[in-house]
Structures are given as C-alpha cells and as structure tokens.
C-alpha cells in the first residue's frame, strides 16, 4: 500500500508561481511512476507531469516551458513547480503513483486557483 499527501496549492494570479510537492509513505520501493493529474469543473482528469523511477519525465504540452516536475527519493517526494501561471490552469490537481505490480494510488487533490 502506498499513501500519497499533497501541499502546496492556493490563489494565484496569472504570471505568477506554486509549487505542489506529493509525499509518500507505505510502500515507498514499490513505485515506479509518479504523476501529477489535473481536473477542472466538468473536464474529464488529464495527465500534466509524469515522472519515471530512472528519471525521465513528460508533460502534456499545455504546461511544457512552464512546468517542472522533479522527484526527491531521500524525501519520498515529487514536486510541480508551477511558473506563468494561467487562469486555465486553474484546477483540482492530484498526484498519482503507479507500482512496479501495476497497481495505482491517488491523493486527495489539492485546488490551485489563478486569476486573471
């Protein structure tokens, strides 16, 4: 079993920066992949950020230039740094993380608002 707790959300206004870290505890060697999913009012949830146990990364071209997702294994955390914020961007983001046995984990979500 693995948890995940996010941080880091708020108000915002566009141009401006957040940064949203995800910690997980339980079964922490078991991850391979970790993510981070967003989903605004009536849209189905998309993937923004992923980050892979070797380290490559991917994002959705909608945040590419802007956002930076990184992953601390000493601290059990990956990050979303957030830069040039957009009032688009604004939503309910979750971190996910997948084990090597395919099984996946969500948090609780964290509201990032952006104004315009």
């Known amino acids: 079993q693995v948890q995940l707790v996010e941080s880091g959300g708020g108000l915002v206004q566009a141009g401006g920066s957040l940064r949203l870290s995800c910690t997980a505890s339980g079964s922490i060697s078991s991850i391979n992949l970790m993510a981070w999913y967003r989903q605004s009012a009536g849209d189905q949830r998309e993937l923004v950020a992923k980050?892979?146990?070797?380290?490559?990364?991917y994002y959705a071209d909608s945040v590419k230039g802007r956002f930076a997702i990184s992953r601390n294994n000493a601290e059990d955390t990956v990050y979303l740094q957030m830069n040039s914020l957009k009032p688009e961007d604004t939503a309910v983001y979750y971190c996910y993380a997948r084990t090597w046995s395919r099984n996946d984990y969500w948090g609780q979500g964290a509201q990032v608002s952006v104004s315009s």
């Open positions: 980050v892979l146990s070797g380290g490559s990364t």
